[in-house]
């Protein structure tokens, strides 16, 4: 990918709700059964996998690491996407590639050199997604939004499944959307937390084109196929 290059999809906002792409996080999943839970999604339609990795240091829990990358691999043929919620990320780039994510998402707030790790990233033949917790502003990323291919932006601070979407991120989501489309640059807008059938329509309307849910896709009171349906309805009135 060269800087600055013509349009894509994600440089215009999107239009039609079937472009925007559902990413379950398989955080809220039952990992009793989770190859299962991830092929339910996949055959309820669904674009990516997210795993949340977390080190109970840069967030106050500690989740999973590449051998469930690993794991869910073996159960999807999706793009998968790895979101390290960790400090010095640049020691776990290669171990996380070789485990099979697609795209490896470092927080800005955990990298000092984050121009490094990012050609890292894509020196491992990976795509490279940076994310940013609630109250980290969008013109952090300016000089180095050409190179990446996914920003995400953290609508809770991170750490937890099924807390309550903040508001107060929607301004910053329409302030990078429209950043992205005047640079034209093909970067992914991507949300994550407190994404549901309330909350999906505003971020659409707010410029974000991947949607990362966890409690509303794995919520145990119904089929994973209902909840991905009943996000697909919801963005449908977007
Ligand atoms: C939180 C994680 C999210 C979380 C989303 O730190 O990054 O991916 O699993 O869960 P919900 O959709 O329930 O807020």
Known sequence: MTAEQPTSRAAQAPQSPAAIGL??????????????QVREAEEAGVQRIQIDVMDGHFVPN?????????????????PL?????????????????RAGADVIIV?????????????????????????????????????ILSLLDLVLIMTVN???????????????IARLRQQLTERQLHC???????????????????????????????????SVAAAVERLRRALALT
């Open 23 to 36: 990413v379950p996080s398989i955080l809220s999943a039952d990992f009793s059964r989770l190859g299962e």
């Open 81 to 97: 996407e790895a979101h390290l919620m960790i400090t010095n990320p640049e020691y776990y780039i290669e171990a996380f590639a």
């Open 158 to 172: 991170p750490g937890f499944g099924g807390q309550e979407f903040i508001p107060e991120t929607l301004p910053k």
């Open 107 to 143: 927080h800005q707030e955990t990298c000092p050199h984050l121009h490094r790790i990012v050609q890292q990233i894509k020196e491992a033949g990976k795509q490279a997604g940076v994310a940013l917790n609630p109250s980290s502003p969008v013109w952090l990323l300016e000089d």
């Open 188 to 222: 992914d807008l991507e949300v994550d937390g407190g994404i549901n059938e309330h909350t999906a329509p505003l971020v659409v309307r707010a410029g974000a084109n991947l949607l990362v849910a966890g409690s509303a896709v794995y919520n145990g009171r119904e």
């Open 62 to 78: 500690i989740t999973m690491g590449p051998l469930i990358v690993e794991a869910v691999r073996r159960s999807t043929s999706l």
